[in-house]
């Protein structure tokens, strides 16, 4: 039993380091990404970078990835893939199934790390309609928090 068990775990072991090294590529796109939306804010202004995140065509929306700009008190400014929650007061107590108040996660993040941190929460996946994990990765430049996210 012993043999068989360590046979399964030894043809197993190329597919949980895949989906580790996928974990993080996608980290990596999360966080390139925050990257590029801050610097293009820098040179373009609040009104020009939030025109830009949020047209799907516009560069920063790149499959499940796109990025959004929010405040400490939790509206969003931007939201590519869903423009209604962007000013929307209802969005800061929103909370997912597992009782967590996602903004409070995502501001937290962002605040208490200054180089960027990782929010968790669940979502829906706008490509199965269905509620799942999601990691977003959270950095504040000046008072605004910019965030990028993926599903596991």
Do not use: C
Request: charged share 25%; aromatic share 12%.
């Amino acid at each position: 039993m012993k043999r068989l068990f360590l046979f399964v775990f030894i043809l197993m072991m190329p597919i949980f380091t895949a989906m580790d090294a996928k974990a993080a590529d996608k980290a990596a796109i999360a966080k390139e990404m925050v990257d590029k939306a801050i610097t293009h804010y820098k040179a373009v202004g609040f009104d020009k970078a939030a025109a830009s995140f949020n047209d799907k065509n516009g560069g920063y929306v790149n499959g499940e990835f796109y990025v959004i700009i929010f405040t400490k008190e939790g509206i969003f400014k931007t939201h590519a893939i869903n423009p209604k929650l962007i000013d929307n007061p209802k969005l800061p107590k929103l909370k997912d199934v597992n009782g967590k108040v996602i903004l409070t996660e995502m501001v937290n993040a962002g605040v208490n790390n200054p180089n960027g941190g990782w929010a968790e929460y669940t979502w829906t996946n706008p490509a199965t309609k269905k509620l799942a994990p999601k990691k977003t990765w959270v950095r504040q430049h000046d008072d605004l928090l910019f965030g990028v996210g993926y599903y596991d």
